[in-house]
C-alpha cells in the first residue's frame, strides 16, 4: 500500500526545498574562440565582444537565464539592479527540446 505524505508534510517539503541554494551567476558577455585564439591570450591584451558595453547583464542559475539587470556599485562591492524577470516560458526549457545525449550542452537560449 503505498503511502500518502500528509498535507503538513507536503507543505515542509516545500519549505525544505525552496532553501536549497543555487548558484547565481552575472554573465557580462560570452565569445567563441578557437583554441589557438585561447592559448595566444597574454597579460594585457584586449578581447572585444560583441555585447555593447551598457546592456543589461544575464542573470543565470544553472546556466539558465532568469533575469536581466544592471550592474551598480554597493560601497566597495557589486551587485545587479534587477531590469526584467524573464517568463517562465522564456526560461525554461521544453522536454523536447533537451539534448538527446550528455555530450551536446544543455544550454538553450528561450529569450529569442
Do not use: H, W
Not at 500528509?6 to 567563441?32: H, M, N, W, Y
Not at 542573470?59 to 551587485?79: L, N, T
Request: hydrophobic share 40%.
Amino acid at each position: 500500500m503505498p503511502s500518502q505524505i500528509p498535507a503538513s508534510g507536503s507543505k515542509d517539503f516545500c519549505q525544505s526545498a525552496l532553501r536549497i541554494e543555487v548558484p547565481l551567476v552575472v554573465s557580462l558577455a560570452t565569445k567563441k574562440m578557437s583554441i589557438e585564439q585561447v592559448v595566444s591570450i597574454v597579460p594585457g591584451m584586449i578581447v572585444q565582444f560583441d555585447k555593447p558595453y551598457n546592456s543589461p547583464m544575464t542573470v543565470e542559475v544553472e546556466d539558465q537565464p532568469i533575469a536581466s539587470g544592471d550592474i551598480v556599485k554597493i560601497g566597495d562591492k557589486f551587485g545587479v539592479r534587477v531590469r526584467e524577470i524573464l517568463k517562465p516560458s522564456e526560461r525554461l526549457i521544453p522536454l523536447d527540446e533537451l539534448p538527446k545525449s550528455s555530450n551536446q550542452s544543455a544550454k538553450i537560449d528561450r529569450r529569442k
